[in-house]
């Protein structure tokens, strides 16, 4: 158990309709990050907070997503008018206490048909 | 761009003998390198990680060497068991803020029984 719970589990939508993912984190930590895998690949980083504030974002992130973290605790990741290339696992990872390790959740796939 | 590359996306091997997993990367700036394991359905879990100022870092029966100037890193897992098999993810980061962690695409190693 990492610490981190991701909801749902799976999702399966339709090409143009909007989603939002939920990633919740056991205890109270400050970096949380969203990651993107696809088929063979491993995780991309897509962005990360530091608190409630959005510090970085990757170029993968176009304007159709969107993510938050209104209390510093939860984040939600949303995209909007869903495409098929959007299709993947969703991953959030937290970073460990002590070091330089993040911890994943067990991420959401995202099925657009 | 793939600056952190597995290049052998399978390895087989029988249980009791030794696993080595290889990642080269191409960013002469990584200074951080961490080892990941993914079973399927599951987020990736932290394994092991080593910084540039090391050249190994031995965690039971994992271990992983850095070659810094062939730039290159691999993890060796003596003896091999069947619950290791798995997927396996080299990452590397810039610095203490490793936001943006890079992953390799994964090899998958099968261990037999």
């Known amino acids: 158990d990492t610490g981190v719970s991701q909801d749902p589990r799976h999702k399966i939508t339709k090409r143009g309709q909007n989603v939002t993912f939920r990633c919740d984190p056991i205890s109270e930590h400050n970096r949380l990050y969203w990651y993107r895998q696809t088929l063979g690949q491993g995780p991309e980083f897509l962005t990360y907070?530091?608190?409630?504030?959005?510090?970085?974002k990757s170029r993968l992130l176009s304007d159709r997503f969107s993510a938050e973290r209104p209390k510093g605790s939860f984040s939600t990741l949303e995209i909007q008018r869903t495409e098929q290339g959007d299709s993947a696992m969703y991953l959030c990872a937290i970073r460990g206490a002590g070091g330089y390790e993040q911890y994943f959740g067990p991420g959401t796939r995202l099925t657009v048909t | 761009d793939q600056q952190v590359k597995q290049n052998s996306p399978s390895l087989s091997v029988q249980e009791g003998r030794i696993s080595i997993l290889n990642c080269d990367y191409t960013?002469?700036?990584?200074?951080?390198f961490l080892w990941y394991k993914k079973y399927p359905a599951e987020g990736p879990t932290f394994l092991i990680s080593?910084?540039?100022?090391?050249d190994k870092n031995e965690d039971g029966r994992f271990t992983v060497f850095l070659n810094k100037s062939a730039k290159h890193l691999s993890l060796h897992i003596v003896p091999s068991q069947p619950g290791d098999s798995a997927v396996y993810f080299c990452?590397?980061?810039?610095?203490?803020?490793?936001?943006?962690?890079?992953f390799g695409a994964g090899t998958r190693l099968t261990v037999k029984p």
């Open positions: 080593i910084s540039s100022i090391k």
């Open positions: 960013n002469s700036m990584f200074d951080y």
């Open positions: 907070f530091q608190n409630e504030a959005q510090l970085e």
């Open positions: 990452a590397a980061s810039v610095g203490e803020n490793n936001n943006d962690m890079r």
